[in-house]
């Protein structure tokens, strides 16, 4: 009886030590956060701009970076960035970053 009870409290013993020693931190990255990918530059022309909304409305050439072709769209405009420089029909050079959300926000934005 005493031999049963010792297996059993071994092998219980036992069950932490062989699940730990199966798990390694791979898959788990360095622990540091993602780092920041680099802006991507595109060039367009500007359709509307809506300063309360933070937004520019860009019919833009193709950004071979992103794998996009031309086409318009709507981008969010950081904080920085003057909007009341910006109208429709101006033609511009910006950057593109994306955020944590995983969409592209205009985060440089020059007049040509």
Same mark, same amino acid.
Do not use: C, N
């Given at each position: 009886m005493k031999t049963i009870i010792l297996a059993s409290i071994l092998a219980v013993a036992a069950v932490p030590a062989f699940a730990q020693s199966g798990h390694s931190m791979s898959g788990h990255g360095d622990g540091h956060m993602a780092q920041k990918q680099p802006a991507v530059a595109g060039s367009g022309t500007v359709d509307? =701009? #809506?300063? +309360?909304? #933070?937004? =520019? &409305?860009?019919?833009?050439?193709?950004? $071979?970076? *992103? @794998?996009?072709?031309?086409?318009?769209?709507?981008?969010? =405009?950081?904080? %920085?960035?003057? *909007?009341?420089?910006? &109208?429709? %029909? +101006?033609?511009? +050079?910006?950057? *593109?970053?994306? @955020? %944590? +959300? %995983?969409?592209?926000?205009?985060? @440089? *934005?020059? #007049? $040509?």
């Open positions: 509307a =701009v #809506r300063a +309360d909304a #933070r937004q =520019v &409305k860009v019919t833009h050439a193709p950004i $071979k970076a *992103l @794998g996009w072709p031309a086409m318009t769209m709507d981008f969010a =405009v950081a904080d %920085g960035i003057d *909007l009341s420089r910006v &109208k429709a %029909g +101006d033609r511009i +050079d910006f950057e *593109l970053a994306r @955020g %944590g +959300d %995983g969409i592209y926000m205009i985060t @440089g *934005l020059t #007049r $040509k």
